[in-house]
């Protein structure tokens, strides 16, 4: 069952550090599927190390210039964006998720559907120092959008 937060609840990002239990990871899940549910890069960028590298399907960058000038780009294109995000597995300082998220294509107006996985490693602070993404993307009806 993939997790959904209600907006507005805090980041606690950094609050939760390493190593995880079931119930921290799952915590510390929700909690980025809420900050990145904001579309503010500059939410999300606090729960990342200053030199985060980040692999994004074939990108790769670090660090939080690059993290924020990158999440400008996706929400300028990926429109009435909503994810949901599922813990997978965890371990020590590390987490896997599975994904899914909707939006709705700028240059198109179609909407898609995105699955994906992501592997995360955390540093002592709790924050994000590696992201390894992989996703796949296919349109979709508005009527078959499952995420509101």
Same mark, same amino acid.
């Given at each position: 069952m993939l997790l959904r937060l209600k907006t507005g609840v805090k980041n606690k990002m950094t609050v939760i550090k390493p190593p995880f239990t079931e119930e921290t990871a799952r915590t510390k899940v929700k909690a980025a599927q809420d900050a990145w549910n904001t579309r503010d890069p500059e939410v999300v960028v606090k729960g990342y190390s200053v030199d985060s590298k980040w692999r994004n399907r074939t990108e790769f960058f670090s660090g939080h210039d690059?993290?924020? %000038?990158?999440? !400008?780009?996706? @929400?300028?294109?990926?429109?009435?964006? %909503?994810?949901? !995000?599922?813990? @997978?597995?965890?371990s020590g300082n590390k987490i896997s998720v599975r994904f899914e998220y909707e939006w709705k294509d700028a240059d198109t107006g179609r909407w898609m559907r995105t699955h994906g996985n992501e592997h995360w490693e955390f540093n002592e602070d709790g924050l994000?120092?590696?992201?390894?993404?992989s996703a796949n993307d296919y349109p979709i009806d508005e009527s078959e959008r499952r995420i509101k």
């Open positions: 690059a993290i924020k %000038k990158f999440l !400008k780009r996706k @929400w300028s294109k990926e429109l009435n964006y %909503k994810l949901m !995000k599922e813990l @997978w597995a965890f994000m120092q590696t992201r390894d993404m």
